[in-house]
């Protein structure tokens, strides 16, 4: 499951727009929020390139897209 607030959190820090993240992983930008908000999930294509965008560690990867598998 998502960590949907640092997500967020991240997302703000980068000054990055969701819809340009959306279009780099190659869907809408409802498409991002719907995985954003756990309506759907992430693929790994769309967690590396996301990841990649952000400039995530892997630990705040981790945090973000598998918090709950982590604990």
Request: glycine fraction near 4%; hydrophobic fraction near 40%; proline fraction near 1%.
């Amino acid at each position: 499951m998502t960590n949907t607030n640092l997500l967020r959190e991240c997302i703000k820090e980068s000054g990055l727009k969701q819809a340009a993240i959306a279009k780099k992983c190659g869907f809408s930008r409802q498409t991002l929020i719907n995985k954003i908000e756990g309506r759907s999930e992430f693929t790994a294509s769309d967690i590396a390139i996301i990841s990649k965008m952000l400039s995530l560690t892997p630990s705040k990867r981790d945090c973000i897209f598998f918090a709950n598998i982590v604990e």
